[in-house]
């Protein structure tokens, strides 16, 4: 399987695997992939049109989504084995922008173009567990104001340096992510 048809299955199997999520296993046809990866939003983004639900690599295809998009726009990444979280932390300083940056560069365009109050990157390496990156304003909120988050799961958060600022980010599995997060909290927070 070639790596482009390895992400459209990736991306398929998330927006089924956040669609069952979202509604307690009820259906999983609430998410599904954004036209060309978001592509269509960028490129009429460039042009000052606006493009309603379609940055990122997810859209909502019910409106009971909305909310989820409204909180999180999204990437999904799938392979790059090549690549870790921990190219952010052993990176040279004169380095060039590693993959993780690019991605994340990539996700808070995502979330500047779509309105959403935060980004979230879905992220598989070949053979290992898939892991979620957001933004540590959301840990923070999740953690430090509601008590959701335990310290039992592997958790990382770091700063890292995008255009001069950095960011604080936090990563952990998506499968934790998804058991500890539950709709209607996204829902009472928007």
Known sequence: MNNKAKGSSFERLICKRL???WTNGET????????NSGGRATVRGRKGKKTSNQHG??????PIGEPFLRMFAVELKKG???????????????AADQEYEKWIKQA?????GSGSRYWMIVVQRNRRECLVLFTLEFFDIAFHGHGLFATTCPLVTMDVKLDQHFRPVAAMRLEHFLKVIKPDFICRLL
């Not at 999983?28 to 036209?35: E, K």
Request: one cysteine or more; a negative charge.
């Open 19 to 21: 669609s069952l999520w």
């Open 28 to 35: 999983d046809s609430v998410f599904w992939r954004t036209s």
């Open 57 to 62: 690599d997810i859209c909502a295809i019910d």
């Open 80 to 94: 790059y084995s090549k690549h870790t979280i921990a190219d952010l932390l052993d990176k040279p300083e004169k």
């Open 108 to 112: 808070v365009a995502s979330q500047k």
